[in-house]
């Protein structure tokens, strides 16, 4: 198996990546109050050595009190872009990495209706829902019962000064990200936390200028891009993972034909994403009727920008579908990935799972070495 094609170097403004492989965030939980400390440095530095082209880190939570809580994702032990303690501990993070020739951004988080409330570091904090709602009920999720009876009741609506509130944490949050040394700015625009939440049509269901059409649903993500890129200036890029599944709802869908997509992202292409992450399971399948490409081909083709695809590389199940305890095989053959690659449908490919089991996969990859085969228990371990 020819894999050089991924091997070849990619410039986003200021910033040139040696090659086409990304680290997929994941989530960790072994950041205490916020801070990570030298076991997540030396987490991120083995993923730099094993050659991965981008690392774009674990959701990190903004400089926003309501930003985080979610019983059982490592209360209080996801990491923070909140003030100068936690710009000298991700500088720790960013200087291991560039000094194993990696790159890396942070992936800004808001959790948006899926906080719990009296969780997280501030558990007073009320969950920002843009109509009060979490999501219809019943959908297919992988939620357990007990979390959805706490959460789903509706609260109020966010008001437009929250809104205003929870933009310019984005901003401050990416001041520090620049402060610490990222090189760039991933914003989580997917799964149904905040961000999603206002693209959704049915957790936004406001009649205002935030909400009263497709287009006014992307108003709050344009404005988080638009304030974080005032902010970082012209050389850093910014990336922006969405996804057509909500954890409220795994067969939702944000855009169901190409020009909805187009009338989505649109928006947030002009306020200045680079690269949009298409979050899907399973990367070799086609998402729109009459074609057979993917996610990340239509928003390259839609935007104009460039795309990543993630999902199920180099491993045969979805990350649901694994979360059942079944155990996945590496699979060594990347044809299909590349064949969509040569086809220019995507310019990089994210990869979670397997450089969570194996920090230099992409080293592998390169090799044309066999990879390890994988084990849920890396999930379990997250090492
Ligand atoms: C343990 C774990 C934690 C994750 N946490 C995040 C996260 O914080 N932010 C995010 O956007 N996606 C998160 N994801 C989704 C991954 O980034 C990725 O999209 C997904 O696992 C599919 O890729 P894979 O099949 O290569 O694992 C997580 C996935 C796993 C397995």
Redesign the pocket.
Known sequence: MITAPLFTPLSVRGVTLANRIVM?????GFSPDGMPGPDVASYYQRRAEGETGLIIT??VGIDHPSALGEAGLGENSIPTLAGAESVAAWRCVTDAVHTSGGVIFP?L?HMGPMKEANTGPVPAAAPMRPSGLWGPAGRLTSLDAGYLARVSAPTRAMSDEEIADVIAAYRRSASYAKAAGFDGIAI?G??GYLIDSFLWSETNQRADAWGKDRTARSRFAAEVVREIRAEIGEAMPISF?FSQWKQQDFKARLATTPAELEQTLGPLAEAGVDIFEA?T?YFNRAEFDGSEMNLAGWVKKVTGKLSMT??????NK??YDSMAGTETVAQPDLTPLLDRFLRNEFDLI???????HDAHWARRARLGEPFLGFSTDS?TR?T
């Open positions: 997929s965030p994941m989530t960790r674990e959701g992936q988080w989580h997917g799964h993972r979050s399971r993630v999902g199920g590389i180099g491993i979805g990350f994210g990869v979670g799972r397997s450089l969570l999930l997250l």
